[in-house]
């Protein structure tokens, strides 16, 4: 691979992302300016934190085959096999569920199949070992050399990634609001932000493992945990994939009043999450808070 395939700015990324603002009485009633900070018109094929978690892990490559992992439904798995299009290189996607390999590809797995990636199904206890040298082991000795990336993209190249999500916002807000899958993106953007900013986490995953796995995160990518974060573990809506009645409701309302196609899964919670909490008085008169849009439906 030549390195004008490895430039990815050659696929024109909107960097930095817009900020706009988000005229809202359920936070201008406490004080509180809305700001959403639109990562999701980054790349139409790359959108949102994918690009940023993925684009030195992609340079590290360096046009090798990737080899991945996710659900049926992953938006990590989509954003890989279409980088894997753009730029010329083979993927190889290890989708959780040995029960699918026999079925119709749904929309998103048929996406990454179009896109050339290789899809390999497997049962779901080894998809819980795949980190082990076992498993690992097992899926190089099929495919051959690998650049292994984890499930949801997260990793020290990625942390460091989205540092620059927080660089774009240095001086313009107190609190980020991100929702979270893996840590990744959180990891990298507390430690892109300055002093008297934080940022927050709102997990759409059950099992409050996640603020380890963000301090673990950090100590790879920058020696020890970094900036000021924390998370909020209340609006999972029943874990990851889960959602209500009340949330779909919450996304269609908010879809009226400003515009925005929300996305249930991760940018529905986080917002839902942000109007409690203005409502509880977490942020004080006077403040700026910033939702990163890290998706589209």
């Given at each position: 691979m030549t390195d004008e395939k490895l430039?990815?700015?050659r696929l024109q990324p909107v960097l930095p992302s817009p900020l706009q603002p988000a005229e809202d009485e359920r936070f201008a009633r406490h004080g509180v300016t809305l700001l959403l900070k639109r990562d999701d018109l980054i790349h139409p094929d790359l959108p949102g934190n994918k690009w940023r978690k993925l684009a030195l892990n992609l340079r590290a490559a360096a046009g090798r085959t990737v080899l991945t992992f996710g659900g049926a439904y992953s938006n990590h798995?989509?954003?890989?096999?279409?980088?894997?299009r753009l730029l010329g290189f083979p993927t190889v996607g290890v989708v959780r569920g040995d029960e699918l390999a026999g079925r119709p590809l749904n929309a998103s797995l048929a996406r990454c199949a179009a896109d050339g990636m290789r899809l390999h199904f497997v049962d779901r206890a080894t998809y819980?070992?795949?980190?082990?040298?076992d498993v690992?082991?097992?899926?190089?000795s099929l495919f051959g050399e690998c650049v292994v990336i984890p499930e949801g993209g997260s990793n020290a190249l990625a942390a460091q990634g989205c540092t620059e999500l927080g660089r774009e916002l240095l001086g313009r807000t107190g609190t980020v609001a991100v929702a979270c899958g893996t840590g990744g993106t959180l990891a990298g953007l507390a430690a892109g932000l300055g002093h008297g900013q934080?940022?927050?986490g709102i997990p759409v995953l059950r099992g409050g493992f996640l603020g380890a796995a963000v301090r673990d995160l950090q100590r790879e990518a920058f020696g020890a945990p970094t900036g000021q974060w924390s998370l909020d573990e209340r609006f999972h809506f029943g874990?990851?994939?889960r959602t209500t009645p009340e949330l779909h409701a919450f996304a269609d309302d908010f879809e009226d009043r400003h515009g925005l196609p929300v996305?249930?899964?991760?940018?529905?919670k986080l917002l839902y999450g942000l109007t409690v909490l203005a409502g509880e008085g977490a942020f004080a008169p006077g403040s700026t808070v910033t939702a990163v849009v890290t998706g589209r439906p």
């Open positions: 430039d990815l700015s798995l989509r954003a890989t096999a279409a980088a894997g819980r070992a795949k980190a082990s040298t690992l082991e097992g899926l190089l934080r940022a927050l874990g990851y994939a996305e249930r899964l991760y940018v529905a």
